[in-house]
Nanobody, 127 residues
Framework: QVQLVESGGGLVQTGGSLRLSCATSGFRFENNVIAWFRQAPGKEREGVACFKGGTSRTYSRDSVKGRFTIARDAASNTIYLQMNSLKPEDTAVYYC????????????????????WGQGTQVTVSS
């Protein structure tokens, strides 16, 4: 049974940092893409970053490049999202999601391509 459990959200001031964790179980990293998505109030869900199993390559959206880093801890099967220089526009519920690599040829893919999701963790950045 695939499980994804996020933690690490909270309230932080502009310019601050948070590290989100996604504890995973029930699947092999090598065969899957694990991604972070976010959804702000009144906005559509958007992909933030992803880790591609097999190649161990990482990708992130332009608006977070240089500020957010996605990384994997193989020993604990945990995916992290280190978020630095946070801005109010980063405020959202952040979700961890997983899909088999073969589901799509896209780099990270859209949310509808992901069958497995965590419960989400709230990140609030105050100005």
């Amino acid at each position: 049974q695939v499980q994804l459990v996020e933690s690490g959200g909270g309230l932080v001031q502009t310019g601050g940092s948070l590290r989100l964790s996604c504890a995973t179980s029930g699947f092999r990293f090598e065969n899957n893409v694990i991604a972070w998505f976010r959804q702000a109030p009144g906005k559509e869900r958007e992909g933030v970053a992803c880790f591609k199993g097999g190649t161990s390559r990482t990708y992130s959206r332009d608006s977070v490049k240089g500020r957010f880093t996605i990384a994997r801890d193989a020993a604990s099967n945990t995916i992290y999202l280190q978020m630095n220089s946070l801005k109010p526009e980063d405020t959202a519920v952040y979700y961890c999601a997983a899909r088999p690599v073969f589901y799509s040829d896209t780099v990270c893919g859209a949310g509808h391509e992901y069958p497995y999701w965590g419960q989400g963790t709230q990140v609030t950045v105050s100005s």
